[in-house]
C-alpha cells in the first residue's frame, strides 16, 4: 500500500509540470478568446476607390453618361442624325453587295447562251440574273434586232438608270454628315450663351457658374464631331462601292457589244 502511495507521489511530482503547463496554455487561450482584440480601422481609399470606379464603368454606361451630362435637349438631335444615317448607310450597303455581279461570268453565259439559243436565249438569261449589269444587259439585248447603234445608245440611256439607282440615298447621309457638326456647334453657343447668363445674373466670374454651360457647349460639339466622321467613313466606301459597280457596268457593256457584233457577222 505504501509503494502505491509512493508510485502515485512520484507521478505527480514527475507529470505536475507537464499539468501545470496545458493549465496555463489553456488560460492563456481563454484569455485571448475572451479579451477583444484592438482591430485598427482601415484607411478609408480614396484615389484608389476612384480608380476603381473608373475602371468598372463600361463604355455603354460611360457614353449614357456623357449623353445625359450633355443635355439631351441638345444631343437628342445628334443621335438622331446617327441613328438615321447608319440606317441609310447599312441599306445601301446590302443593296450594293447585293447588286455586285461577276461580270466575267455573265458575259460567258451570255455568249454561250447567243451561240445555243439566240438573242432570245441571252434575254432569258440576263432577265433571270439580279443585278444593275444583268439589266443593262437586258436592254441592250432588247434593241438587238433594231441595230447595234441602237443597242450602244440603250445601254448608255438605261446605264444612267442605273447609275441613279445605285447613287440613291446618298444625299441623305451627306445631309447627316453636314448637319450633325451644326446642330453640335448650336449646342455650343447655346451653352456658352447659358454661361453667359449665369455670369450676368450672378455679377461675378465664378468658374462654378461657366463650368456647366462650356461643359455642355464642348460635349455637343464633340458628339457632333463624332456623328460627322462615323458617317463620312461609311459614305465614302458607299462611293468607292457604287464606283467600282459604274467600271464594271462599263466594261462589261462594251464587251457585250463586242459579242453582239461578233455574233451579228458570224450570222448566228
Known sequence: ????????????????????????????????????????PASSPTIVDDEIVAEELSFHQVVK?????????????VLICLILGLAVALERIITL????????KLLIKVEDALESGGVEAAKDLTKSTKGPVASIFTQGLMRYSEGIEMVEKSIISY?????????KGLIWIALF???????????????????FDSIEAAGDISPSLVAGGIKIAL???????????ILQLFYNYLVSKIDSLVNDMEDAS???????????????
Do not use: C, W
Open 97 to 104: 453587295n447585293l447588286s455586285t455581279t461577276n461580270t466575267k
Open 1 to 40: 500500500m505504501r509503494k502505491l502511495i509512493a508510485l502515485f507521489m512520484l507521478a505527480g511530482i514527475l507529470f505536475a509540470p507537464v499539468f501545470a503547463n496545458a493549465q496555463e496554455a489553456e488560460e492563456t487561450a481563454a484569455q485571448e478568446e475572451t479579451t477583444p482584440v484592438a482591430v485598427e
Open 254 to 268: 462594251i464587251s457585250l457589244v463586242d459579242i453582239l457584233v461578233k455574233h451579228k457577222l458570224t450570222g448566228k
Open 159 to 167: 446605264g444612267s438608270v442605273e447609275m441613279g439607282r445605285l447613287e
Open 219 to 229: 460635349l455637343t460639339t464633340v458628339a457632333g464631331l463624332i456623328v460627322a466622321i
Open 177 to 195: 454628315i453636314s448637319l450633325a457638326p451644326m446642330l453640335g456647334f448650336m449646342g455650343t453657343v447655346i451653352g456658352m450663351i447659358g454661361a
Open 65 to 77: 453618361e456623357k449623353f445625359i451630362e450633355g443635355d439631351p435637349l441638345y444631343m437628342t438631335p
